[in-house]
């Protein structure tokens, strides 16, 4: 692929464990790994974008070196969630030795938690039986939702979503690679933006630079599609203060002029809320108007009626309804 058309987080992505930003003790311990030439089985939970498959991937390249490609394998499980994934490609892979006179093969299964409760049960059996030859990594999103012997059998690291020094140092460095200038409060929405995601971080800088070598906060949120958090204060100072015909003038323009999702609003205006001062039966009653929002959205129900009522909801609320 002509390298200006490289999709960053593919070109930035950490080739070694230590160069990974972040997750610094979790780093030390898989590094450690590397070091006995040993390791037990793996289960990495966290939230999108935090490094989960970049240490996975990093791991495999420091225990195999060149060699990494034949002993390691990634398989999504939300590609194929049923019993068949386990008893065919993860059995197969396995059961067959380690190649290159590696001491064993390494498994990645991402987005493990997607798989049904019969398959992780396989899945379980298959651990136990091949140990010898394959050790497994499982990646997931909720670790609740993977069955207890499964966890019981794996060390078990809890990724934390990225701060704003982690992500800072990584838009910098490739900022730098890349001859770009990234204004101060550029960055500052780009960590807005990102919610400790990397990936976020990376695609709304690659967005940005589209427009111009020079970066500034207002084309990165333009180029993302979010709104400034000052637009949200405005929305929601508008609805408490009770002028509904003002805060629906700035929906509307978040929504059609600006074309930002409502479950991204949503999102938005809880955040602000969280961080607001303000009374607290008050704020209960927001929060939970905009859980029901949420959910009527993810049921299918109609955009432009739920945030119209939601805000009619603040209005409400504001003034003693609730």
């Given at each position: ?196 995601d990397m990936r976020k971080a990376i695609n709304a800088l690659q967005g940005a630079a589209i427009l111009s070598p020079i970066i500034e906060e207002r084309m990165v949120y ?101």
């Open positions: 692929m002509d390298e200006n058309h490289t999709i960053w987080i593919e070109k930035y992505r950490p080739a070694k464990l230590g160069d990974m930003v972040g997750q610094k003790e979790i780093v030390e311990r898989l590094q450690s790994y590397v070091r006995s030439g040993s390791m037990p089985h793996l289960l990495f939970t966290g939230s999108a974008g935090v490094g989960k498959t970049t240490a996975a991937v990093a791991l495999a390249r420091e225990f195999f070196g060149g060699t990494w490609h034949t002993n390691f394998r990634e398989l999504n499980a939300s590609d194929e969630r049923g019993i068949d994934v386990v008893r065919n490609q993860i059995k197969q892979f396995a059961r067959t030795s380690p190649l290159e006179g590696a001491s064993f093969k390494i498994l990645f299964l991402d987005e493990a938690d997607a798989l049904t409760t019969d398959a992780q049960a396989a899945l379980r059996r298959t651990m136990e039986s091949y140990a010898g030859t394959c050790r497994f990594i499982l990646s997931c999103n909720y670790s609740s939702k993977i069955i207890d012997p499964i966890q019981s059998r794996c060390a078990i690291y809890r990724f934390r979503p990225l701060d704003r020094g982690a992500i800072g140092e990584e838009i910098r460095r490739i900022a730098a690679r890349e001859g770009l200038t990234v204004a101060e409060k550029a960055l500052d929405a780009i960590v807005y933006i990102a919610q400790g333009e180029i993302t599609a979010n709104a400034r958090p000052e637009e949200i204060r405005e929305l929601l100072d508008l609805s408490l203060a009770g002028d509904f015909e003002g805060a629906e003038g700035v929906l509307d323009r978040l929504l059609r002029e600006r074309g930002i999702a409502p479950a991204e609003l949503l999102s938005q205006c809880y955040r602000a809320l969280v961080s607001r001062k303000m009374d607290l039966a008050l704020k209960v009653c927001l929060i939970d108007g905009l859980g029901e929002t949420d959910f009527r959205l993810s049921e299918g129900a109609d955009s432009e009626i739920q945030m119209e009522a939601l805000i009619a909801r603040f209005v409400l609320a504001a003034k003693g309804g609730r």
